[in-house]
């Protein structure tokens, strides 16, 4: 099984401010990968596929990058919105498989 | 409006069985991929199980194996986990989710609201 493990496991962060979220894959996945967004008793949103791409009606203040086994999410300035917990997603595998996700606090 | 609707969870004994359904609207669920996702209280996403458009590829997890069965009634609109032998650590959140398919990415754009599901005497 490919194994996702993002970094940090929990951050804190002011409105404004530049954030990034790493994922790493334990193994190649190519671009095979997704952000999902989730807010406390709610589902998922998907916020970036394939690694890159800006999902239909995302802020453009969300990015992805990352090929192989290291991926990026970056917030370029954070909005009230944002403070969520955040997943990576491998879709590789036809066994998918999520990180254990990120916690964006306020500071 | 693209909608899934999840029902059927609540209170089980170990051991025990329970279906769960989703109901799709708003798009042409016959031609989209389909998987559960589950959520443990307070802990993170654990992908469940895959079905394709047609139903006749599928996939579990390793941890429900041999326990559940998912399905599909592309007439009904309609997605299914049987759920069997019944263990405390299935207690969770359970959610539908469309496999939109973006750049040749599996990719999960559309989630239910989700059904809890707790296993305990």
């Known amino acids: 099984d490919i194994q996702m493990t993002q970094s940090p496991s929990s951050l804190s962060a002011s409105v404004g401010d530049r954030v990034t979220i790493t994922c790493r894959a334990s193994?190649?996945?190519?671009?095979?990968l997704n952000w999902y967004q989730q807010k406390p008793g709610k589902a998922p949103k998907l916020l970036i596929y394939a690694a890159s791409s800006l999902q239909s009606g995302v802020p453009s203040r969300f990015s992805g990058s990352g090929s192989g086994t290291d991926f990026t999410l970056t917030i370029s300035s954070l909005q009230p919105e944002d403070f969520a917990t955040y997943y990576c997603?491998?879709?590789?595998?036809?066994?998918?498989?999520f990180g254990q996700g990120t916690r964006l606090e306020i500071k | 409006e693209v909608q899934l609707v999840e029902s059927g969870g609540g209170l089980v004994q170990p051991g025990g069985s329970l279906r769960l359904s989703c109901a799709a609207s708003?798009?042409?669920?016959?031609?989209?991929?389909m998987n559960w996702v589950r959520q443990a209280p307070g802990k993170g996403l654990e992908w469940v199980s895959y079905?394709?458009?047609?139903?006749?590829?599928?996939y579990y997890a390793d941890s429900v194996k041999g326990r559940f069965t998912i399905s599909r009634d592309n007439a009904k609109n309609s997605l299914y986990l049987q759920m069997n032998s019944l263990r405390a650590e299935d207690t969770a959140v359970y959610y539908c989710a469309r496999d939109g398919g973006r750049a040749g990415v599996r990719a999960f754009d559309i989630w239910g609201q989700g059904t809890m599901v707790t296993v305990s005497s």
């Open positions: 708003g798009f042409t669920f016959s031609s989209y991929e």
């Open positions: 193994q190649s996945i190519s671009s095979y």
């Open positions: 997603q491998q879709s590789y595998s036809t066994l998918t498989g």
């Open positions: 079905i394709s458009s047609s139903g006749s590829t599928i």
